[in-house]
């Protein structure tokens, strides 16, 4: 079956950097746009990046120039690299799946991101 692993995930003063990485499984990579959406307590998951097999890629406002997702088709991973934190963005930080060709919608277990000094 389809598994999305996350990992990087953390504590970090603001204005520090992380790179959260999510291990896909079970599924043919390509076919799948795939993105980080990320989800702070109280507040309902929001978009923060999606990359396409082609590397065309979409950002949120709060962290576009601040953040860069990309991937690497051959090992199946996706990476999200944030730097310049602000508190505003803790969250639980969840990797997704998003199938081209079919309804089909995965979800990784999320990881953690704190940014507080």
């Known amino acids: 079956q389809v598994q999305l692993v996350e990992s990087g995930g953390g504590s970090v003063q603001p204005g520090g950097s992380l790179r959260l990485s999510c291990a896909a499984s079970?599924?043919?990579?390509?076919?799948?746009?795939m993105g980080w959406y990320r989800q702070a307590p109280g507040k309902q998951r929001e978009l923060v990046a999606t990359v396409t097999s082609g590397g065309d890629t979409n950002y949120a406002n709060s962290v576009q120039g601040r953040f860069t997702i990309s991937r690497e088709n051959a090992k199946k991973t996706v990476y999200l690299q944030m730097n310049n934190l602000k508190p505003d963005d803790t969250a639980v930080y969840y990797c997704n799946a998003k199938a081209t060709r079919n309804p089909n919608n995965y979800w990784g277990q999320g990881t953690q991101v704190t940014v507080s000094s």
């Open positions: 079970g599924m043919i990579f390509s076919f799948y746009i």
